[in-house]
């Protein structure tokens, strides 16, 4: 079971009949990836909860930065940076030990920790502890899902300093580590950062944008990633001057559906947060 869990956390994106949580705590962990994957957040928080409070320094850690990033999607960046501040303190001083592939270890849990303080800070405004923060993220890059995540919070970096042009170069490592690695979510929010980077930088490759957007809308409605598909359509309005409208529908759709499957701290947070579109 833990083997199709992490390919439908980290692979194809494929779930699996059930997300019925495993025995394992690595197992529920890639449960509650996968179940905030696609917009579950209640039944993911439920899980994470529990695992931030096991034994497991590593595990529990790797549990406070993924609820971290479903309480962000929702807008909730000063929520996140409470349990980001919870997940570094838990690994600052562990040992390496066995490394997994797709960073479920000591070093990943330091990475994702780091990565996620930084997008905390960025989300509000602080862009300079937020380079600071992924530079410390910097020295922990062993795996292809940590250097995809350092892409991501790098370009936006540029993009909210508004020198995007910057911003291309990480977006554009993302997308070929992802994709090197098969991971299909991590490819659709690679696709939809660099489409962002590449219009906002004023390039020449417009249609690029649009396609590398088009792509990842169509592949987060096949594998049901709804927490980044709400995302997708409507920065396809952006895109479509003729569908911009379906568009807007679509997401708000999408989110609404989104919001139901979300746990009360989620919902508070998304009605409160200047990013979530009423």
């Not at 759709?253 to 409160?272: F, K, N, Q």
Request: aromatic share 4%; charged share 25%; glycine share 10%.
């Amino acid at each position: 079971m833990e083997a199709s869990l992490r390919s439908a956390a980290f692979g194809d994106g494929v779930p699996p009949n059930s997300f019925a949580a495993p025995a394992s705590p690595r197992g529920r962990l890639l449960a509650a990836i996968g179940l905030g994957a696609r917009g579950r957040y209640a039944a993911a928080a439920t899980l994470l909860n529990g695992l931030r409070a096991g034994k497991d320094p590593v595990i529990a850690s790797l549990a406070a930065s993924t609820l971290a990033s479903h309480r962000r999607q929702l807008g909730g960046h000063a929520a996140a940076l409470v349990l980001d501040g919870e997940a570094l303190a838990l690994v600052i001083s562990e040992p390496r030990g066995e490394p997994d592939p797709d960073g479920l270890d000591a070093e990943g849990a330091r990475a994702d920790a780091f990565l996620g303080l930084a997008a905390d800070n960025l989300g509000r405004g602080r862009l300079t502890a937020a380079r600071r923060l992924l530079a410390r993220a910097g020295a922990h890059t062993g795996n292809w899902r940590t250097r995809t995540r350092a892409g991501w919070v790098g370009a936006e970096i540029e993009l909210a300093s508004n020198i995007s042009q910057a911003g291309i170069a990480p977006a554009e490592m993302a997308l070929e580590t992802a994709r090197a690695r098969g991971a299909s979510r991590h490819v659709v929010k690679s696709q939809l950062v660099l489409g962002v980077t590449i219009v906002n930088a004023g390039s020449a490759e417009r249609d690029r944008a649009k396609a590398l957007v088009e792509s990842a809308r169509e592949t987060a409605e096949k594998y049901e990633f709804n927490s980044l598909l709400w995302v997708a359509c409507l920065v396809s309005a952006d895109f479509s001057a003729g569908h911009a409208d379906e568009y807007r529908f679509r997401g708000a759709e999408l989110l609404h559906a989104v919001l139901r499957h979300a746990d009360p701290c989620g919902r508070r947070l998304a009605r409160e947060s200047p990013w979530v579109p009423r």
